[in-house]
């Protein structure tokens, strides 16, 4: 078992460390309040660590958190807000109208069918905007024009416009400027426009009807992909309540999608497009278009992206269709089917265009049923939060390690290395995981390295560190209950016809406090990635390093990182670390 009293006592310090090391970043963005929008900062080589550090100040803007506590009482103001926020960054919701938009809502599976959808489109040559959230590596990642994030030097550029015009206004306005992810949503639309873009798809935040990206007044269609339960405490407690403010994104006379619902939600949001007045379809099975090629492949593992992949078919075809056969006006022409004694309307599969198929093919969407491999560590990389996503997860998960173990010379050792975030419920997570039968079940905070060169891009300030270790701490001792408490084999063994593990035991558990220390520990110097004398080294103490020797032993390591896409983006950078130039 891990050494809790020496995370403990090593936390107090770490969260020393790290307090001083972000006060250092704060200084550096609030010096950069001053420079002309006009002008770079002065500082070679920190143009763009300069932004990203007064960004995060909008972070803990006192005034902006104060805002966002008034509007979850009265949620109709966090639009007004927004309204306000995008005029004083000279912007108009009017000439938002021109983006022609995608606008995708959804529990699970919304920014892969946006991925899906802008890969589509752009396979056709059309330049696409595309925003999404949250980022893995860098902030820029939610800005992208043609698929790639915008460049530093634009970034820097839009950003300081943005920044400034709200800065100079705030004095008028109670001094208020707008919180993190308003911010970014402005700025998207902002480089959007100045980069003429042919469309823009746009990814919710979180809901739909009060989400500040529901400014949009005409998108030229809506998508909703699958709904569950998450962010209970500003969407609800029931999927009825959650559908509901998910088909708030719903447009009148403007077409919408969705996937399968469980019947509640479906219920919901038929009654939501009734209301508004708003056509919406249930898209079929991707089993169900007709391809030249046979079967579709899809750039993106898992049997859950199929539901994904169809729905950004008809997101898609359907902006195809308003573009190419009516001019840029309303199409009526879907092609669609009603079951007998029901109102839902059956969005029609049709014949795949080689370019869609393509598209499908060639999506790359970073941190979900990714897998990476570096010699004999093997990385399962998934963002899952909830509990359908870590299902879905588990089951990809299954597939995947089974096929790379059949293929080992030797055993395996498996690891787990896990975080969750917010009101999620780690505990019921955890529990799904353990009949997977983890060598070694590893918690850290989604922190990336205990020593950095103010790496602002993941910095949260919004948690405090000694929460963050608290949390792990929380979850080691949640998975340790659980697998004390019931039968460690489960009903049957997730990963059938593999090779054996390591040894049939209860995972050994242990907690780190940061990233690299727990990639550098589970990894044992065998990813040259990571043994890099660059990265800094954690000491870690005798009996912490004697645990390793299976995993020195072992001829391969496959490690399934879950629980939090912020701890897989921190995974990430470490594992492919960014272009600077880019």
Known sequence: MVLLSQVVRRGSGFAARLRKQDWACSLV?????????????????????DVICTLNTLQTNASALEQVRRERSHPQLQLHAMRGFLERAGLTVEELDHLNIIHVTG??????????TEQILRSYGFRTGFYSSPHLVQVRERIRINGQPIGKELFTKYFWQIYGRLDETKDAHGRTMPAYFRFLTILAFHVFLQEKVDLAIIEVGIGGAYDCTNIIRTPWVCGISSLGIDHTQILGDTIEKIAWQKGGIFKQGVPAFTVKQPEGALAVLKDRAREIKCPLWVCPELEDYQADCGSVHLGLAGHHQHSNASLALQLSQTWLQRRFLSGGTSDKTFRTTTHENSSILQASSFKLSPIMVKGLADTEWPGRNQTLTHGAVTYFLDGAHTMRSMQACIRWFREMAAQHERKSSGPVARVLLFNATGERDSAAMLKLLVPCHFDYAVFCPNI??????????QQNFNVSVENMLTRCLDNERSWRLHNSAGDNRGPQLLIEDSLPLLQERKADTLVFPCILSALQWITQGRDTVLADPAKSLLPVSTSIS?????????TEIHILITGSLHLVGGVLKHLEPPDSSN
């Open 546 to 554: 004697a645990k390793g020797a299976p995993l020195r032993e072992a």
């Open 448 to 457: 990336t390295e205990s020593i950095s060169s103010c790496n602002a891009d």
């Open 29 to 49: 963005g609030l010096s950069a309040r001053y420079y002309s929008t006009k002008t770079a900062p002065e500082i070679p080589g920190m143009e763009y660590q």
């Open 107 to 116: 529990t699970k599976g919304k920014g892969s069918t946006c991925a899906f």
